[in-house]
């Protein structure tokens, strides 16, 4: 295959670059949205790393993990929406900081 | 006709089983038949077994079965009949009919007279199981049962709360006696391997040396139950409030047969005794002193029964220094005739106070002898035989004591002395009893009569107090022989002329008026001393700030277990580490995603070693 060479290292940099976006964002923002957000971003990271791996080895195993994990996240987002919609309702606001009832 | 030996006791038993299933539902004649009667048949088979013995003249042994059988120890439910067992069950059966016979028409009004034959009757029987008792676990058991029925008697009347609070006083003071005797009978145990008494006494005459340590402190354990069972100092303080009980009880339980359980379980294990002669001499010493305590505070009391009730410790106490000084017999024989006439005074007093609306304070009597014939000369008869005047029973067996102790080698003479005091107090306070009850003005009019069943135990008793001293008792192959005594004609007459100085006295005092003790009673001294006296020389107040007081503080300090508060700590950690992490949740999704993030840096950090 011809294509520009990228080294291991600059994928897994970019792959550790955005999972802790992901990880501020997850641990920041208030908007439950937002936070479904960061945790997409978060699981795509480290698909990014498995297909990175695995073209670096030539070895299938890393496509098909991300396939796992879109077929995760395709999962997580339906019962994520699922909570919006719910939390829309109760709350009449998206911010997790009213959602706190659950406590000591 | 010695097989018959196992229904004595089983007589009342059965009766006493048949009146308590029954619950009370037999008709009252039925039940006065029954009760009287079982111990009646008692008394006969008692009188048969007594001439068949009389006839062998040979100790009887009789074992029923084993009572239980572990390793080495097994106990048999076994009787041994010989002299002295014979003379306890006679008196057992024979003054008990009589009771139960006066106590017929004395309970007749009572509306539970089923419970009162019940309970009588299991002590009967286990009184009987005690003196027939072949080894000393056996003995036990009845000791314990006629402690029971005794509880159960005092607080007969168990509506008035301090019946309630006598009954208990009788049962754990005594109960402290018996704690002793129960550590008394494990050593022997140990000691001996054995607790049937007469395999038992062999044992000790081979094993140990006159003035042994094990022996003496066996002895003086066994004393201990002894003092507790028979109220001597200092276990006493529960007799005088056992008088709460029905009269005839009194007169059965706590004057003639109960409390005398000490003198015979002294005297049963006599040879014990012998190995140990400091604890004769404790013996004779808490006779004495008893029995001199006793009788000061019976001169000072008012109640009628109360009276009789330290006449008994007092008289007890001479029938320990009988012991004491080693006059086996004359112990033994003071027990029978003080059964005799304490067992007639009790009674008359019942009648007495049967007769007059249930008035106890003898200050309120007065005036009787022509109102109660029977009882003035039943009373009469039996305080001159509680006084040993001359030739009634109670001068025989008091004046056998005397002169015994007056024989020991060193203490002897003092003891004599002491008791000389005794019995001049004994004839003072008994006559006094007579002087006040009898004669002089009456103050109340007694609103009825004793029946036939009354007077006709009371008149049985009184020929008993009277030739009760006339018995030759079969007790010279139970005991050592006492050797021949020679007392000089001064002491004799010393011993006759003391209790007729002291009916004299109290004549004077409390009837003629001549001798005039106002003026001793109301100085200063007197006054304190009456008031000492009158209550039995402070114990009952010493022993509630000895024992009582200090036991209930410690009860409330530790009304919460101890061992709770270990238990409560760890709980209470569990709580406040439980107050603390709770804190950290706060329901906030970011605060604990963040949390998550740094706890898993922190794992990951360990694992690396970077810490």
């Known amino acids: 295959m011809d294509g520009v060479n990228i080294p291991l290292d600059h994928v897994l940099l970019l792959s550790a670059l955005l999972f802790i976006c992901g990880l501020l964002g997850l641990m920041m923002r208030r908007n439950i949205i937002f936070i479904l957000v960061s945790l997409e971003v978060m699981l795509n990271s480290s698909a990014v790393a498995f297909v990175a791996a695995g073209a670096r080895w030539g070895q299938a195993d890393g496509q098909i993990v991300f396939m796992m994990i879109l077929a995760v996240a395709a999962a997580e987002v339906a019962v994520g929406l699922g909570l919006v919609l719910q939390i829309q309702r109760r709350f009449k606001s998206l911010d997790m900081d009213d959602a706190n009832r659950m406590q000591g | 006709m010695l097989k018959l030996l196992p229904l004595i006791p089983l007589f009342p038993l059965i009766s006493s089983i048949l009146l308590m299933v029954t619950l009370g539902k037999m008709p009252k004649k039925f039940v006065a038949i029954l009760g009287a009667g079982s111990v009646g048949l008692a008394a006969v088979t008692t009188l048969l077994v007594g001439l068949a013995f009389m006839e062998s003249g040979q100790p009887y042994h009789q074992v029923l079965w084993t009572w239980m059988q572990v390793g080495n120890f097994s106990p048999d439910i076994a009787f041994y009949l010989d002299g002295l067992t014979l003379v306890m069950m006679s008196v057992i059966t024979g003054v008990g009919f009589l009771i139960h016979l006066f106590s017929t028409e004395f309970m007749e009004d009572d509306v539970s007279v089923s419970r009162y034959f019940a309970y009588l009757n299991m002590f009967v029987f286990a009184m009987l199981i005690l003196v027939m008792a072949d080894n000393l676990l056996l003995l036990y058991l009845g000791w314990e049962g006629v402690g029971a029925c005794s509880y159960l008697l005092v607080g007969f009347w168990y509506q008035n709360p301090e019946n309630g609070a006598a009954a208990r006083k009788a049962f754990v003071v005594t109960r402290i006696g018996d704690a002793a005797m129960a550590v008394g009978l494990f050593l022997l145990f140990t000691e001996l391997g054995t607790l049937d008494i007469q395999p038992m006494a062999e044992a000790a005459k081979t094993q140990w040396q006159v003035g042994d340590t094990v022996p003496v402190i066996a002895c003086l354990l066994l004393l201990g139950g002894a003092v507790g069972k028979s109220a001597q100092l200092p ?38 005794f012998l190995l140990a002669p400091p604890a004769m001499l404790a013996v004779a010493l808490v006779g004495l002193i008893t029995s ?26 001479y029938m320990f220094l009988a012991l004491g000084v080693g006059a086996w017999a004359a112990g033994i024989f003071h027990l029978v005739t003080h059964a005799f006439f304490k067992a007639l005074l009790f009674l008359a007093a019942g009648a007495v106070i049967h007769c007059l609306h249930h008035e106890h304070n003898i200050f309120k009597m007065g005036g009787l002898r022509t109102r109660l014939p029977v009882v003035f000369w039943s009373f009469l008869i039996g305080s001159a035989a509680l006084a040993a005047l001359p030739f009634t029973s109670g001068f025989f067996s008091k004046d056998m004591i005397l002169l015994q102790a007056y024989e020991l080698p060193g203490a002897g003479p003092w003891l004599w002395a002491g008791g000389l005091l005794g019995a001049l107090l004994t004839a003072i306070y008994s006559f006094r009893l007579v002087f006040v009850v009898f004669f002089g003005e009456a103050k109340m009019e007694p609103d009825k009569l004793p029946g036939i069943r009354m007077a006709l135990p009371l008149s049985l008793l009184c020929v008993l107090s009277i030739i009760g001293g006339w018995f030759a008792l079969p007790l010279s192959s139970v005991f050592p022989a006492a050797g021949d005594h020679h007392p000089s004609h001064l002491i004799e007459g010393i011993s006759i002329s003391i209790p007729l100085i002291g009916l004299a006295i109290a004549y004077l005092i409390f009837l003629g008026g001549q001798l005039k003790v106002d003026g001793l009673v109301n100085s200063n001294i ?69 949390s998550m993030v740094f706890g898993l840096i922190l794992v990951i950090a360990l694992l690396q070693g970077a810490i």
């Open chain 2, 235 to 272: 276990l006493h303080t529960w007799l005088p409030d056992a008088m709460a009980g029905p009269t005839p009880v009194s007169a059965l339980i706590h004057a003639a047969t109960m409390v005398t359980a000490g003198v015979y379980l002294i005297a049963r294990t006599h040879e014990l």
């Open chain 2, 292 to 317: 001199l305590m006793a009788a000061f505070t019976a001169l000072n009391q008012h109640d009628i029964k109360r009276i009789l009730a330290y006449s008994t410790i007092s008289q007890i106490g």
């Open chain 2, 526 to 594: 007197g006054q304190v001393l009456k008031k000492f006296w009158f209550s039995g020389w402070a114990m009952d107040w010493l022993y509630d700030k000895l024992w009582v007081r200090p036991y209930k503080f410690l009860a409330y300090i530790l009304r919460r277990e101890c061992m709770d508060d270990i238990y409560n700590t760890i709980v209470k950690f569990c709580q406040f580490l439980f107050m603390v992490l709770s804190r950290t949740q706060t329901g906030r999704l970011r605060w604990y995603a963040t």
